[in-house]
């Protein structure tokens, strides 16, 4: 059983408009000590409004790392990746980043995205960027953020 700690917040201002205060969260699994890092993003702008983005999208990236976290190198890829995708998401306000997870040898990114056709087109024009990355993704909908507010209401403060 896993069981999400809140671990400290860090106050980032990201280019969306309508995203603004972030926070990192473990979760540690009590029999093996393997650790899920977790970035999240905590506060919206009061102005942000949820039903314009309906589908929830998780884009998941395996990998074979050192006690389920990925090695400098790998880490180092994935962060240039989700740099590449955000402005393209962000430009027309297409998706909203909502939580990044690490750990058990897996990254999920998970967005809310007013048209997953929309954040198709974005994702494939990102991955031109990159060779052969090993990248996952699953739309479903989602317009009342319930995957979100779960994992809120995990995270233990």
């Given amino acids: 059983m896993l069981k999400i700690l809140f671990c400290f917040s860090a106050f980032i201002i990201i280019p969306n408009a309508s995203a603004q205060i972030w926070a990192t969260a473990t979760s540690k699994h009590r029999t093996n000590d393997s650790v899920i890092v977790f970035r999240y993003l905590k506060e919206f702008k009061n102005s942000y409004n949820i039903k314009q983005y309906p589908d929830q999208v998780t884009l998941t990236w395996t990998y074979f790392g050192n006690k389920g976290m ?55 024009l990102a991955l031109k960027e990159f060779s052969d990355l090993p990248i996952e993704f699953q739309i479903s909908p989602d317009p009342e953020w319930t995957v979100y507010k779960n994992f809120k209401a995990a995270v233990k403060e």
């Fill in 70 to 124: 990925p090695s400098t190198d790998e880490r180092v890829k994935m962060d240039k990746f989700e740099d590449t995708l955000l402005p393209l998401l962000d430009k027309d306000n297409l998706a909203t980043l909502t939580i990044v997870s690490t750990g058990n040898n897996v990254r999920e990114w998970k967005y809310y995205a007013k048209s997953s056709s929309s954040f198709k087109r974005k994702l494939n």
